[in-house]
């Protein structure tokens, strides 16, 4: 089969309009395009949200998927000849460090314009997607809320020996020792890992410390809130022995988490990639997430989050942005000198 001529992107991004051009769209496009995502967000939001934008735009899209610090390093190794066109991330370090190495293309103005801009690159070669709350999973019959620290740092006690459980390969700790780091110090940092090493169980991911945390193995954990909303749903509300606890306010802990998505320099494809990060954050991409499984917050304006989410007004701006944890790299080479990866 022959290959069309690429649609242009103002056609492309014509697809997110009324339902009349998005069905001339589509069909106009059908077996054209076709692009590659390298992902490292959860398979099952990814999924949803490919399965949707290919409905609506007739655009192919082969996802590889991966640990994304593993598909970062993938795209450094392939430099210009990377066949990713674009790349979805659960956490934003490793975007930055892409951008670093200047592997990222410039996201449309329209696009960016989407979600509030503290969510996104400060250089606008990556576009905030998603957002996930780092709180506290206790479990309700180990532990009173009463006991519950507001604080990240307070997990370093000795009170919590043999009662905490983390996952400190998880993407999803990196950035909350980059805060620690950026609001605290480095040496405070290690003081404070130094600690939960004393205090806890390690675990190899967040699912892991959710469900071990409910079944009382451990009796409090840090964790992004969206693991616990998924062992809800898996197990139903009545099975739940846990629940969880919010930081305080500008506390290290008090981190609102990013997933985001930026256009490869070295995509052959920029038009419909630059389509796909764009449909991730038009009302459409974003009810998606919302109506999914993912328990995310949506990032654009007046799309409402999962029914049972603390609304994410609510919580108030965290201390640091995404653009402001970087790329992480002081934190993993913490956790590499510690022996904690």
């Known amino acids: 089969m022959s290959r069309r001529t690429p649609l242009t992107l103002a056609a492309l991004l014509a697809s997110f309009a009324p339902a009349l051009a998005l069905s001339a769209c589509g069909s106009a496009s059908r077996g054209g395009a076709a692009i590659t995502v390298y992902s490292g967000q959860h398979e099952q939001t990814t999924a949803a949200l490919v399965k949707a934008f290919e409905r ?6 082969a996802v ?7 598909l970062g390093n993938q795209i450094l190794q392939e430099g210009a000849h990377s066949p990713a066109d674009v790349f979805y991330t659960e956490n934003t370090p490793v975007l930055e460090a892409l951008r ?5 293309a410039r996201v449309a103005p329209a696009t960016l314009a989407a979600v509030p801009s503290r969510y996104s690159s400060v250089q606008g070669e990556w576009v905030g997607v998603s957002a996930r709350v780092s709180v506290l999973d206790y479990n309700t019959s180990l532990l009173a ?7 990240l740092l307070a997990l370093a006690a ?33 003081r404070w890992l130094q600690g939960l090493q004393a205090n806890g169980k390690l675990y190899p991911s967040n699912e892991t410390v959710v469900a071990q945390v409910n079944n009382g193995e451990s009796a409090i954990g840090p964790i992004n809130h969206y693991y616990w909303f998924r062992l809800r749903a898996e197990l139903g509300a009545g099975a739940m ?20 998505a930026a256009v490869l320099r070295s995509s052959s494809h920029k038009a419909a990639a630059q389509a796909f990060v764009a449909f991730l954050v038009s009302r459409a991409g974003q009810e998606t997430l919302a109506h999914s499984n993912s328990y995310e917050y949506p990032l654009r304006p007046g799309v409402a989050s999962a029914p049972g989410l603390r609304p994410l007004a609510e919580l108030g701006p965290s201390p640091l942005t995404p653009a402001e944890l970087g790329d992480g790299r002081q934190a993993l080479e913490l956790e590499q000198k510690l022996g904690l990866l």
Not at 64 to 70: I, K, L, T
Not at 100 to 104: S, V
């Open 100 to 104: 670093e190495k200047r592997l990222l």
């Open 158 to 190: 000795p009170k919590w020996k043999g009662k905490l459980g983390f996952a400190p390969s998880e993407t999803d700790f990196q950035p909350l020792i980059t805060s620690v780091i950026k609001l605290d110090g480095l040496a405070t940092a290690e």
């Open 56 to 61: 609506r735009t007739g655009i192919q899209v």
């Open 241 to 260: 022995r846990s629940a969880l606890h919010y930081y305080a306010a500008g506390d290290p802990g008090d981190l609102v988490d990013v997933s985001g």
């Open 145 to 151: 809320s009463s006991q519950l620290p507001d604080s």
């Open 64 to 70: 590889r998927s991966g640990d994304e610090a593993e």
